[in-house]
Nanobody, 120 residues
Framework: QVQFVESGGGLVQPGGSLRLSCAASGTIFSIYTMGWYRQAPGKQRELVAVITSGGSTTYVDSVKGRFTISRDNAKNTVYLQMNSLKPEDTAVYYC??????????????WGQGTQVTVSS
């Protein structure tokens, strides 16, 4: 099994900041890409930001310049610093990892999600 510990979600006013973190644990051999997706009510899940083991990053256009993804490979942990938050950022944020685990091999894994609400 792969376990994710997600933290950092909550309620924040527009213009505020939050920092999400997600730590993966289990008998993990290697993690390739980690990141965050989000799903707002009535909408499809979308990529927010991902980062490879080498540090290459990808962001959805709507968060560029406001969100920063980073990663600690030694701790199997990914972070998402979210600044200048907008009401449209309100969603459940899901941690994601593309990893290799002995037995199942390489596949995608998802965290349980953490709620981010941006409202005055």
């Amino acid at each position: 099994q792969v376990q994710f510990v997600e933290s950092g979600g909550g309620l924040v006013q527009p213009g505020g900041s939050l920092r999400l973190s997600c730590a993966a644990s289990g008998t993990i051999f290697s993690i390739y890409t980690m990141g965050w997706y989000r799903q707002a009510p009535g909408k499809q899940r979308e990529l927010v930001a991902v980062i490879t083991s080498g540090g290459s990053t990808t962001y959805v256009d709507s968060v560029k310049g406001r969100f920063t993804i980073s990663r600690d490979n030694a701790k199997n942990t990914v972070y998402l610093q979210m600044n200048s938050l907008k009401p449209e950022d309100t969603a459940v944020y899901y941690c994601y990892a593309d990893l290799y685990k002995l037995g199942p091999g390489r596949r995608d894994y998802w965290g349980q999600g953490t709620q981010v609400t941006v409202s005055s």
